[in-house]
């Protein structure tokens, strides 16, 4: 039997800023490259943005006009979508090469091309505060139409599921998909010690966090440095990264925190193989790819005891009550102490069974989905 082909669109003007995004779509594709590649194909406005990313090595890509901007198909498309919200030229550009699954992106109700959407979580819901008037009803109404109109919708976990039944009165639809990153294990590297945060600047991340314990580190004279680094862009609020080096600043941390912004691949690939561990002391996730990184990096991770990072079940986590920064430092000393960053077999052991349990879960998903 033939497999029906599936299309993925990614555009940069779309996605372009969102490192997590990026970062999921290459751990999915990892997934589904046991497809025949003539059954998959990502429509973009710049396949060197897909080389750039490293997406463009599965599958096979096709630049489209309508997806870039300031052309004059980029905009008839919005107008058309605007007043009658349909996609009409991607859908007819579907059609035409012959696809019968449009994944991770809504479409229309239709009989001829299945639309499964992606909605990874409701964080708009859970931390209104971070979502000011027309930002928070944009997001509303993007996902009202998803749910609209889509067949089914991928989510990152059963804690987005549950939140999707608990806001919408929502779930036949909804569809948790588990992704973790491809293993990757190499020989441990000279480790020095810091904790790294490598992460967007987005107030849920919750920086602020890092920057008391910084001061505890500070005062305390505790040998240890904090590193924060990821993409500096932010739609909801401009003025956060420049929040954030001001109070490193105000607070004299620099010896203490270093925050080095948007760092390159390979940058950031050098400070994940040589931290002491990973931290992450995000407000909300639906699933973390911090998380992901440091497991397939075999690195200890100090969390916060979030439901969704409670889900994720990294082997090596240390949870942490966010109202207490005291108590994150004596978790810290601790772990610094005990020295259980030297072992690396349990790690592998642990994450090997985990991988194995949820990759597996997820192909049969995929197929289920993509039949």
């Known amino acids: ?35 025949n590649k003539n059954s998959v194909i990502i429509y ?31 905009f008839t498309r919005k107008i058309i979508i605007y007043l009658i919200n349909k996609d009409l030229y991607l859908y007819f550009v579907l ?25 990874p979580d409701l964080q708009h819901k859970v931390l209104k505060k971070f979502f000011k008037n027309k930002i928070y009803s944009n997001r509303e109404n993007y996902v009202i139409n998803e749910i609209k109109n889509s067949d089914k919708i991928f989510v990152s976990s059963f804690q987005v599921k549950k939140e999707f039944k608990y806001h919408y009165n929502e779930k036949d639809k909804i569809v948790p998909l588990r992704i ?41 004279k505790i040998d240890i440095k904090i590193y924060f680094c990821g993409k500096v862009e932010n739609y909801k609020n401009k003025q956060y990264y420049l929040k954030v080096n001001d109070q490193i600043k105000n607070e004299k941390l620099r010896d203490v925190i270093i925050n080095f912004g948007e760092v390159s691949l390979k940058k950031l690939e050098k400070l994940q193989n040589e ?12 699933w973390s790819t911090i998380n992901e990184e440091s497991r397939s990096k075999l690195k200890f991770i100090f969390l916060s005891n979030i ?18 920064p005291e108590s994150f430092i004596h978790k810290l000393k601790k772990f610094i102490k005990q020295k259980p960053y030297k072992n690396k077999s349990k790690f ?18 995929l197929k289920r989905e993509y039949k």
């Open 95 to 119: 059609l035409n090469d012959g696809v019968s699954i449009l994944s991770h992106r809504k479409l229309f109700k239709n009989q001829k091309i299945k639309s499964i959407g992606w909605i």
């Open 307 to 324: 439901k969704g990072h409670i889900e994720q079940r990294n082997f090596g986590s240390i949870f942490f009550n966010l109202k207490s």
């Open 1 to 35: 039997m033939k497999e029906k082909k599936i299309a993925f669109v990614i555009s940069s003007n779309e996605i372009g800023n969102w490192s997590g995004g990026i970062s999921y779509f290459r751990n999915l594709f990892e997934l589904i490259k046991y497809r």
């Open 44 to 74: 973009t406005d710049s396949i060197d943005f897909l080389k750039k990313q490293k997406l463009n090595n599965f599958f096979k890509t096709k630049e489209v006009s309508f997806l870039k901007k300031n052309t004059l198909s980029y």
């Open 180 to 220: 973790l990153s491809k293993e990757k294990y190499s020989k441990p590297k000279k480790q020095k010690k810091y904790l790294l945060f490598p992460a967007q600047f987005w107030e849920h991340k919750n920086h602020e966090f890092l920057i008391k314990v910084g001061k505890i580190i500070k005062k305390n």
């Open 275 to 286: 931290c002491l561990a990973f931290v992450n002391p995000s407000l909300y996730e639906g």
């Open 348 to 365: 592998i052991k642990n994450n090997k069974k985990f991988f194995k349990k949820l990759n597996s879960e997820a192909k049969l998903i």
